[in-house]
């Protein structure tokens, strides 16, 4: 049996476990989220595309994520 350790954030308003020593981009392929189509906010700060790859996730972070849509 594998152990994977988990830490709870606060994303988009609910408690959730996500894997620990995540980064942003890990943790946008971890929900299956496309980056370029994603805003991150990172307690209470957007960050910026460029920073995802070295932008961690640790337990007790507010992330908000806010999907665009495309549509006419």
Avoid: C, W
């Avoid at 995540?22 to 990172?42: A, C, D, K, Q, R």
């Amino acid at each position: 049996m594998q152990d994977t350790a988990t830490v709870s954030v606060h994303l988009n308003g609910k408690d959730r476990e996500i894997p620990s020593g995540i980064t942003v981009t890990g943790l946008l392929e971890f929900l299956n989220l496309n980056p370029s189509l994603v805003v991150v906010e990172l307690n209470r700060e957007i960050l910026d595309r460029a920073l995802y790859d070295e932008s961690q996730v640790v337990g007790g972070d507010q992330v908000e994520l806010v999907h665009f849509v495309g549509g006419g």
